[in-house]
């Protein structure tokens, strides 16, 4: 009977905290307000350096953003980012650019990541997503294709400046 008990019990607290998670992962809109919680601007580490991230407010159909990756005190490359509203949905767009703003992209070309997925906590792109740990924390993960094909994904953790 013990058992029959502790199985109904273990039961029960798996379905709410389903539940629960099911909540606050809550399905959103393709939307720019709904991702308007990047805005700010983010400090972190990552690649042996230093890392800034700004973010804008949601205006024009857009969200631009910037990032800068400092190692041993000098600049190692920039990225420009936009996510904006496309036919229903969102992508983000980015382009890289060394220390003296020469692109690593072909100058029509950008690295594009279409939308799969916004929740209460998380924006999913493709190949690369955020999530939210409160107000003032987040990370992203990015998958980076290695030399030899395979992809590394890397997380960055950012704290926001205030």
Known sequence: MKEFI?????AVISFFSLTCKAQTEKKLEPKLENIAWISGSWEGEAFG???EEYWG?????SIMGAFKLIVNNKVSFYEFVIIKEVKGSLIL????????LTG?????????FPLKEITTKK?????LYFEKINDLEMNIYVDIRQKDGSVETIKFNYKKNK
């Open 49 to 51: 350096g230093k890392t």
């Open 57 to 61: 407010k949601p205006s024009g159909g």
């Open 104 to 112: 690593w992209e072909t100058k029509d070309k950008t690295v594009d």
């Open 93 to 100: 767009q980015l382009k890289h650019f060394n220390d003296d």
């Open 6 to 10: 502790v199985i109904i019990l273990t």
């Open 123 to 127: 924006i999913i792109f493709d190949g």
